[in-house]
């Protein structure tokens, strides 16, 4: 077990530094990135309107959280698995959600007034990095699979 340990110190050392960048950016989140949501969602937002809010910056803020996290996650599986091919198709799944939320995102906070909890879900896909912990099992799943 413990040979294990030091042959994948590497793959160990980087998922932490990753996951403390993750904490970093969590942290910080006040002050990297102009999201007025951040304290609306603190509060008793199920009879709240939603805020008054800069799209232009507000989607600028959520795009950069998101690439960030992005950047990362890919880092990570690939520290982790070593596979181009999971990469690219972790980045292309990356894409797609990005342009779903983003659109549902819109969606949400232009036409469902009333949508507080349905956008309080799609914008904790954007800003945290949740797919991350589903492709990380689902990718080991799959290598575990094709081995036997």
């Not at 294990?4 to 990297?32: D, M, P, Y």
């Not at 990005?98 to 995102?105: C, D, I, N, R, T």
């Not at 349905?118 to 945290?128: E, G, K, M, N, T």
């Amino acid at each position: 077990m413990l040979n294990k340990v030091f042959e994948h110190k590497w793959k160990i050392i980087i998922a932490f530094i990753i996951v403390t960048c993750f904490g970093i950016i969590r942290a910080f989140e006040n002050q990297l990135f102009y999201d007025p949501f951040l304290v609306y969602f603190e509060s008793d937002f199920k009879s709240l309107p939603f805020p008054e809010v800069d799209l232009l910056r507000l989607f600028g803020g959520l795009l950069f959280r998101y690439f960030l996290n992005t950047a990362l996650s890919l880092v990570l599986i690939y520290s982790l698995f070593e596979d181009g091919e999971i990469i690219k198709f972790s980045s292309i799944l990356y894409v797609f959600f990005l342009l779903l939320l983003f659109g549902m995102f819109l969606a949400i906070l232009k036409f469902y007034s009333d949508g507080s909890w349905i956008l309080f879900y799609v914008r904790r896909f954007i800003i945290q990095p949740i797919f991350v912990l589903l492709f990380i099992p689902a990718f080991y799943y799959q290598q575990q699979n094709l081995k036997k």
